[in-house]
């Protein structure tokens, strides 16, 4: 089934290309039309990922905490994500009075849209991109880091003391993030040479740079998951909301779709960075290759590549659900002590040693 | 938070937040004025009186069976110890005492109530720590008491066992054989707490040398109970003031002398402990006889005053009654463990940042009812 989708995804993206650059003579037109298509198709399947992200949210919190979760609405409680949403539609989307009205009103939708540019140039499977620029890294990286933006104009219009704090808080814990996640980003372009997403898969055909590339890919593994954690404010690094110390911290005066949007982008921005961990550590849709042991190898070639990719995105997806589930959220000088003093050197120094490696050849 | 636009600092350039009435970590109604610069806290002020009751008026026109009720609704997670403080006032003013049955049944169920309090205490502590597991596990725990307390008293919360001169009934068949059920559960329970919170990395910064309160401050505020164990004050009235006879069990008096949170923390999880050694010296020792003693239908106290003071799980309740020789008090007056533990609270938080001011209101395990009466 899923190897038929793989497959059809492929023929079908090249058949409209086909199509529209046989309809449209201008290239350019041609491909702004293309990427529209390709964008509303993204769209598309967001919504039930995010559906499908929400489920999986409760279900997991609810296998942590000994309870059933969701079981009333639709087959084992699936639909129940779905009542939210449209209860959430038909709520008043209301503005403060004393708010900031337009930046009010922006500010849900930058983060959604800055969260939704990321997905951009993710491999979802073999030959299915977006966009394959030679930039890839850098482009998700930098793009990524402007959602700040959207909570600090948030927190600021919203013309509530909570909100303030909680945007300040998100902003420091944010550009502070930032560091480390650049930085083992890093560590594995110096390992594949390649800034493009196609470039870094293919380089894991053989082997996942979490396994090739020593204990350095292990560090900034962690150091990956770790500072991506804090930079999509999810537990236990979720300062920024901090139900129990700023009621809901930069999101207090939202309610309706607009808050509705900040949840969207948060599911959206755990996916993205699960994928990043997927592509640059585990080898996004590569299958699992040991060496030379044909057989494994051709029969791991058999499973689908999109399953490769899904699995063990969710598989990064569930780790970090487990982390909100798990752990106290750290005081906010203790969460820049952790980024400054503690993973911002070790990823430097890291960094040294992946160079060494990387010029050595000792990867395998 | 002025209405309007009005700027969010005011004239004298200070930023003041208003954490409460309703608050997600106040556990009720409790208001804190709080002087904020950035994070840390300049000042706090906390303003009481959005659930006063007047119990201690009430009490003045109800007779000496019915006011022991009004104070289930006081500390509302040890009922059972207002009640109990409540009718060993009354019984110091017949001079009599409880049977040797009644005793032993009281200090049973207040130790459930503690080490149900304890529990609550223990998932609400998590939780205002933003992890969510824990207040889960507690209650699974906990349950298990208010069955008990459910199927022995008729009520899960506000059970209003205790009358002057004894209990109301006498325990359900079922209760030495549940509470011997519960208690290997419960124990068990105790490793599962610890690891899934004491040892904790994250926990311990958040707790270990924050909200510090010496000795001295602890005692000069009147701090009661596990916060001034904390601090390393010997405050209880279990071993100090034995009522019931508790001075027949053998127990130990936790102390600590860190003074933090983390010291509030550990003597609380040892208090557990050693509720469940209480109710297992006397679960199988309840000795035979009657569960209440004789008193007249209409209980009037000699004129005078009497004062009774018990170890509730957050400190020293102490009841003050003033007898005129009616049916019904001339003043009643409690002195409630947790307004003398709030008093406390702007010490500890001074200097301290918003997330420590919630870890320490955890740590001190306000009940709000109790604060205003």
């Given at each position: 089934?899923?190897?038929?989708?793989?497959?059809?995804?492929?023929?079908?993206?090249?058949?409209?290309?086909?199509?529209?650059?046989?309809?449209?003579?201008?290239?350019?037109?041609?491909?702004?039309?293309?990427?529209?298509?390709?964008?509303?198709?993204?769209?598309?399947?967001?919504?039930?990922?995010?559906?499908?992200?929400?489920?999986?949210?409760?279900?997991?919190?609810?296998?942590?905490?000994?309870?059933?979760?969701?079981?009333?609405?639709?087959?084992?409680?699936?639909?129940?994500?779905?009542?939210?949403?449209?209860?959430?539609?038909?709520?008043?989307?209301?503005?403060?009075?004393?708010?900031?009205?337009?930046?009010?009103?922006?500010?849900?939708?930058?983060?959604?849209?800055?969260?939704?540019?990321?997905?951009?140039?993710?491999?979802?499977?073999?030959?299915f991109q977006l966009w394959d620029t030679n930039?890839?890294?850098?482009?998700?990286?930098?793009?990524?880091?402007?959602?700040?933006?959207?909570?600090?104009?948030?927190?600021?219009?919203?013309?509530?003391?909570?909100?303030?704090?909680?945007?300040?808080?998100?902003?420091?814990?944010?550009?502070?993030?930032?560091?480390?996640?650049?930085?083992?980003?890093?560590?594995?372009?110096?390992?594949?040479?390649?800034?493009?997403?196609?470039?870094?898969?293919?380089?894991?055909?053989?082997?996942?740079?979490?396994?090739?590339?020593?204990?350095?890919?292990?560090?900034?593994?962690?150091?990956?998951?770790?500072?991506?954690?804090?930079?999509?404010?999810?537990?236990?690094?979720?300062?920024?909301?901090?139900?129990?110390?700023?009621?809901?911290?930069?999101?207090?005066?939202?309610?309706?779709?607009?808050?509705?949007?900040?949840?969207?982008?948060?599911?959206?921005?755990?996916?993205?960075?699960?994928?990043?961990?997927?592509?640059?550590?585990?080898?996004?849709?590569?299958?699992?290759?040991?060496?030379?042991?044909?057989?494994?190898?051709?029969?791991?070639?058999?499973?689908?590549?999109?399953?490769?990719?899904?699995?063990?995105?969710?598989?990064?997806?569930?780790?970090?659900?487990?982390?909100?589930?798990?752990?106290?959220?750290?005081?906010?000088?203790?969460?820049?002590?952790?980024?400054?003093?503690?993973?911002?050197?070790?990823?430097?120094?890291?960094?040294?040693?992946?160079?060494?490696?990387?010029?050595?050849?000792?990867?395998? | 938070?002025?209405?309007?636009?009005?700027?969010?600092?005011?004239?004298?350039?200070?930023?003041?937040?208003?954490?409460?009435?309703?608050?997600?970590?106040?556990?009720?109604?409790?208001?804190?004025?709080?002087?904020?610069?950035?994070?840390?806290?300049?000042?706090?002020?906390?303003?009481?009186?959005?659930?006063?009751?007047?119990?201690?008026?009430?009490?003045?026109?109800?007779?000496?069976?019915?006011?022991?009720?009004?104070?289930?609704?006081?500390?509302?997670?040890?009922?059972?110890?207002?009640?109990?403080?409540?009718?060993?006032?009354?019984?110091?003013?017949?001079?009599?005492?409880?049977?040797?049955?009644?005793?032993?049944?009281?200090?049973?169920?207040?130790?459930?109530?503690?080490?149900?309090?304890?529990?609550?205490?223990?998932?609400?502590?998590?939780?205002?720590?933003?992890?969510?597991?824990?207040?889960?596990?507690?209650?699974?725990?906990?349950?298990?008491?208010?069955?008990?307390?459910?199927?022995?008293?008729?009520?899960?919360?506000?059970?209003?066992?205790?009358?002057?001169?004894?209990?109301?009934?006498?325990?359900?068949?079922?209760?030495?054989?549940?509470?011997k059920e519960s208690l290997v559960k419960i124990?068990?329970?105790?490793?599962?707490?610890?690891?899934?919170?004491?040892?904790?990395?994250?926990?311990?910064?958040?707790?270990?040398?924050?909200?510090?309160?010496?000795?001295?401050?602890?005692?000069?505020?009147?701090?009661?109970?596990?916060?001034?164990?904390?601090?390393?004050?010997?405050?209880?009235?279990?071993?100090?003031?034995?009522?019931?006879?508790?001075?027949?069990?053998?127990?130990?008096?936790?102390?600590?002398?860190?003074?933090?949170?983390?010291?509030?923390?550990?003597?609380?999880?040892?208090?557990?402990?050693?509720?469940?050694?209480?109710?297992?010296?006397?679960?199988?020792?309840?000795?035979?006889?009657?569960?209440?003693?004789?008193?007249?239908?209409?209980?009037?106290?000699?004129?005078?005053?009497?004062?009774?003071?018990?170890?509730?799980?957050?400190?020293?309740?102490?009841?003050?009654?003033?007898?005129?020789?009616?049916?019904?008090?001339?003043?009643?007056k409690y002195r409630s463990p947790n307004f003398?533990?709030?008093?406390?609270?702007?010490?500890?938080?001074?200097?301290?940042?918003?997330?420590?001011?919630?870890?320490?209101?955890?740590?001190?395990?306000?009940?709000?009812?109790?604060?205003?009466?």
């Open positions: 089934m899923s190897l038929l989708l793989d497959i059809g995804f492929a023929v079908w993206a090249h058949s409209l290309h086909e199509k529209i650059a046989s309809m449209i003579s201008n290239p350019t037109a041609a491909q702004v039309l293309e990427m529209v298509i390709a964008g509303v198709c993204l769209l598309l399947f967001l919504v039930p990922l995010c559906f499908f992200l929400g489920y999986m949210e409760r279900k997991v919190a609810a296998f942590m905490q000994m309870r059933l979760g969701p079981n009333r609405v639709g087959p084992k409680g699936t639909l129940q994500i779905v009542a939210d949403t449209v209860k959430l539609l038909m709520k008043e989307g209301l503005t403060p009075n004393s708010a900031d009205k337009f930046l009010f009103n922006l500010a849900p939708l930058i983060v959604v849209i800055t969260s939704m540019l990321v997905l951009a140039p993710i491999a979802f499977a073999k030959d930039i890839g890294v850098l482009y998700v990286s930098s793009i990524s880091s402007l959602s700040v933006i959207g909570i600090l104009m948030a927190g600021w219009s919203s013309n509530n003391k909570y909100s303030l704090l909680g945007a300040m808080r998100s902003g420091a814990q944010i550009v502070s993030y930032e560091l480390s996640i650049g930085l083992s980003l890093i560590s594995i372009v110096i390992l594949s040479g390649s800034l493009k997403m196609s470039d870094i898969i293919a380089s894991q055909a053989d082997g996942w740079w979490i396994v090739k590339g020593h204990i350095p890919a292990i560090i900034s593994f962690i150091i990956f998951i770790v500072a991506s954690t804090a930079e999509i404010n999810r537990a236990p690094f979720d300062l920024a909301e901090a139900e129990q110390e700023l009621t809901a911290g930069f999101h207090t005066e939202y309610s309706g779709m607009k808050f509705a949007m900040f949840l969207l982008a948060e599911y959206i921005n755990l996916f993205v960075v699960s994928a990043m961990a997927a592509t640059l550590f585990l080898g996004g849709w590569m299958p699992l290759h040991i060496g030379h042991v044909e057989w494994f190898n051709h029969a791991m070639d058999f499973i689908p590549s999109s399953l490769w990719f899904f699995g063990k995105t969710f598989f990064v997806i569930f780790i970090i659900m487990q982390f909100r589930w798990t752990f106290p959220r750290l005081r906010v000088d203790q969460l820049l002590n952790l980024e400054w003093k503690y993973l911002l050197p070790i990823s430097m120094f890291n960094i040294l040693l992946m160079t060494f490696i990387a010029i050595m050849h000792w990867y395998l | 938070m002025s209405l309007l636009g009005a700027p969010e600092v005011n004239k004298e350039g200070e930023f003041i937040v208003n954490i409460g009435p309703q608050h997600p970590s106040t556990h009720g109604v409790l208001h804190l004025k709080v002087w904020l610069d950035g994070e840390i806290i300049q000042k706090m002020e906390p303003h009481l009186g959005y659930i006063h009751r007047s119990i201690e008026k009430m009490s003045e026109s109800l007779s000496y069976r019915n006011f022991i009720f009004a104070t289930s609704r006081m500390d509302y997670l040890s009922a059972h110890i207002n009640n109990q403080a409540c009718a060993l006032a009354v019984e110091k003013g017949l001079q009599i005492e409880a049977p040797p049955r009644a005793q032993a049944i009281r200090i049973l169920l207040g130790e459930l109530t503690r080490l149900s309090s304890h529990q609550l205490w223990w998932g609400c502590m998590g939780l205002d720590l933003g992890a969510v597991s824990p207040f889960f596990y507690a209650f699974r725990e906990r349950e298990l008491i208010m069955d008990i307390m459910e199927e022995t008293c008729g009520a899960r919360l506000t059970q209003n066992f205790m009358v002057p001169g004894g209990t109301m009934y006498d325990i359900h068949p079922n209760f030495q054989k549940r509470v124990k068990e329970s105790f490793k599962e707490y610890d690891e899934l919170l004491t040892g904790n990395v994250i926990f311990e910064g958040r707790t270990k040398g924050v909200g510090y309160l010496s000795a001295e401050d602890a005692i000069s505020f009147g701090c009661t109970g596990p916060t001034a164990r904390g601090s390393g004050v010997s405050s209880d009235i279990r071993k100090w003031f034995p009522y019931d006879g508790f001075e027949k069990i053998e127990f130990d008096e936790i102390l600590d002398n860190g003074g933090d949170c983390y010291a509030r923390y550990k003597v609380r999880m040892l208090e557990m402990k050693q509720s469940v050694r209480i109710i297992e010296q006397l679960i199988d020792n309840i000795p035979e006889g009657d569960y209440q003693a004789k008193t007249k239908n209409v209980i009037k106290l000699p004129k005078g005053e009497f004062y009774q003071r018990v170890e509730t799980a957050r400190g020293e309740l102490g009841v003050y009654i003033v007898s005129d020789g009616a049916a019904s008090p001339y003043r009643i003398s533990n709030l008093s406390a609270l702007e010490k500890m938080c001074t200097g301290a940042k918003i997330g420590d001011l919630v870890a320490i209101m955890a740590t001190v395990d306000l009940v709000i009812p109790d604060v205003d009466r």
